[in-house]
């Protein structure tokens, strides 16, 4: 079975700084892909970036980056020139290439300070 | 607004009752998902439909059941509920499943079912 850690329960930032989230997973998959989801204190569920595990390159999308790691099966979310409006509970998603199942971390709650 | 709807927003019963959420995805959509989040807790996967049939089952309990109905609108069903049942129940809808074919899911807003 699949599985994604996320480590830090609880990160702070200060407005325009830069931080970053961490997203571990586990998997004998060769094709899948990674997710990294926003949910605010609305509860919305909102897709931040998207990552092909067959692509080396990083994706990006706007302020937001991810290291991919596929080695090391790590990616991690940078949020840059961070904004009140980040601050929310932020998902790590693993789904399979099948589209069948998707798994998540237990989420990290982003605290932007003014 | 992510183009998936569900209704009810609130749901509030007692135990040992049954009660449907419903889930309408995006147009075109063909495989509807359903997560189940309890209080500061992740999403736990419960179960998939892809164009009306079960594609795959997560960890979802014997007392709840699902359907996906030929308009690609579906249901989870809850049954003989108990307090831990208390929870936001997503639905996520996709275009289709498949190899090498993108699959990003759209969210719908949740039901937030409270079991007292």
């Known amino acids: 079975a699949q599985t994604v850690t996320q480590s830090q329960p609880e990160m702070s930032v200060q407005e325009a700084e830069t931080v970053t989230l961490s997203c571990t997973y586990d998997?004998?998959?060769?094709?899948?892909?990674l997710f990294w989801y926003k949910q605010p204190p609305s509860r919305q569920m909102i897709l931040v970036i998207r990552q092909e595990a067959y692509k080396q390159q990083n994706a990006t999308e706007n302020r937001f980056s991810v290291n991919f790691q596929k080695a090391a099966k790590s990616f991690s979310l940078k949020i840059s020139d961070s904004q009140l409006g980040d601050t929310a509970m932020y998902f790590c998603?693993?789904?399979?290439?099948?589209?069948?199942?998707?798994?998540f971390g237990t989420g990290t709650s982003l605290t932007v300070i003014p | 607004d992510s183009g998936v709807t569900q209704t009810p927003k609130h749901l509030i019963t007692a135990t040992g009752q049954r009660v449907t959420l419903r889930c309408s995805p995006r147009s075109g959509d063909l495989s509807v998902y359903w997560y189940q989040q309890s209080l500061d807790q992740g999403l736990q996967f419960l179960i998939q439909y892809y164009n009306g049939e079960e594609r795959a089952k997560g960890n979802i309990l014997e007392r709840f059941s699902a359907q996906q109905f030929p308009d690609l609108h579906s249901e989870l069903n809850l049954s003989s509920l108990e307090l831990g049942d208390s929870a936001l129940y997503f639905c996520?809808?996709?275009?289709?499943?498949?190899?090498?074919?993108?699959?990003?899911?759209?969210f719908g807003p949740g039901t937030r079912l409270t079991v007292l």
């Open positions: 998997t004998s998959e060769n094709n899948y892909y």
């Open positions: 996520a809808s996709s275009v289709a499943t498949g190899s090498g074919f993108y699959n990003e899911q759209f």
């Open positions: 998603a693993f789904m399979m290439g099948t589209g069948n199942q998707f798994y």
